[in-house]
């Protein structure tokens, strides 16, 4: 497995963004991870990467990995800045952007928002550009089908899907975490015991999930409301290509939330469905995701 440092820079607002770099080719590329993770979960896209081609960077977003955490957020636009900061300071730009999971909306946010960042937008099992609900639960655990949180205090006491996990990193719980990775991300096969133990070590490291959570159920680049909050209509802004991939295993994020994507983005917008990949086709098909990904590039 491929040991990468990470260097750091020191942004305006105060915050501090670790990353890994490497790759000397003309074609610049930018990872953003998702929720409980960093970096360093994209290694088996960067281990296939042709260095002489790629220029290659991903970045630990706030609050995750070895970034800082100075400042406690409430939305998706905050770390979207952070990142249109740092590719400004590396003078990294215009280039390829590639968001898996919850990375999908900051991916899909500084598309819309610093256009003459982007050049071609790559999603892989990406959220929804209405965002992640999550809806308060009954007696039995069950969610109320549009009943939210009305605050990020109140949405941080959901006994299924924030407190249990708050506490296990709070805790340094990584059997549990470990858990929840096989649960809902490893739905097809899973990495690797080195490569494991490096993923869970980084997932550790997270310190803001309840902002993380509060931004993600009110994130909303569509039209009308996704129960949380009212969109903007910025999906629209997005002119670069596309080109979302989704594993057919994936109960994370659904079949509809990638269609409902490509349907808001248009003919600038491509699907690949990997039939055996679930939550993530960087462990469960890392070859013909690097390969769609360099023909996409190139």
Same mark, same amino acid.
């Given at each position: ?11 305006? /607002? ?64 905050? @770390? ?6 740092? @590719? ?129 159920? /009110? ?45 808001? @983005? ?33």
């Amino acid at each position: 497995m491929l040991k990468l440092d990470k260097s750091f820079v020191k942004l305006p /607002n105060g915050e501090t963004l670790a990353y890994v770099e490497l790759g000397h080719g003309p074609h610049r590329v930018l990872l953003i991870h998702g929720n409980m993770s960093s970096s360093l979960h994209y290694l088996p896209l960067i281990e296939r990467l042709p260095l002489d081609q790629f220029h290659i960077i991903a970045v630990d977003l706030r609050g995750f990995g070895d970034s800082s955490y100075v400042s406690s957020f409430n939305s998706l636009t905050e @770390l979207t800045e952070d990142v249109a900061h740092f @590719l400004t300071i590396k003078d990294f730009h215009p280039c390829t952007i590639a968001g898996w999971s919850a990375g999908g909306g900051v991916a899909l946010q500084l598309a819309a928002n610093f256009p003459h960042f982007v050049e071609k937008l790559f999603l892989i099992d990406s959220m929804s550009y209405k965002g992640i609900p999550i809806f308060v639960k009954d007696a039995t655990f069950k969610p109320i089908v549009g009943k939210v949180y009305p605050t990020k205090e109140e949405m941080a006491t959901d006994n299924v899907q924030v407190a249990p996990v708050v506490k296990a990193l709070k805790d340094g719980n990584v059997g549990f975490m470990e858990y929840i990775w096989n649960l809902v991300i490893y739905t097809g096969k899973k990495p690797d015991p080195e490569a494991n133990k490096l993923y869970l070590a980084e997932t550790m490291k997270q310190r803001n999930l309840v902002d993380f959570d509060w931004a993600l159920v /009110n994130f909303n680049m569509g039209t009308g409301s996704n129960f949380q909050a009212d969109g903007d209509n910025s999906i629209s802004k997005i002119k670069c290509p596309v080109l979302s991939v989704w594993g057919k295993k994936d109960i994370t994020v659904l079949e509809y939330m990638v269609r409902e994507t490509i349907a808001a @983005l248009g003919d600038k917008a491509q699907l690949i469905i990997y039939e055996e990949a679930g939550h993530s086709p960087l462990v469960d098909v890392p070859d013909q995701l690097a390969k769609d990904f360099i023909k996409f590039v190139l």
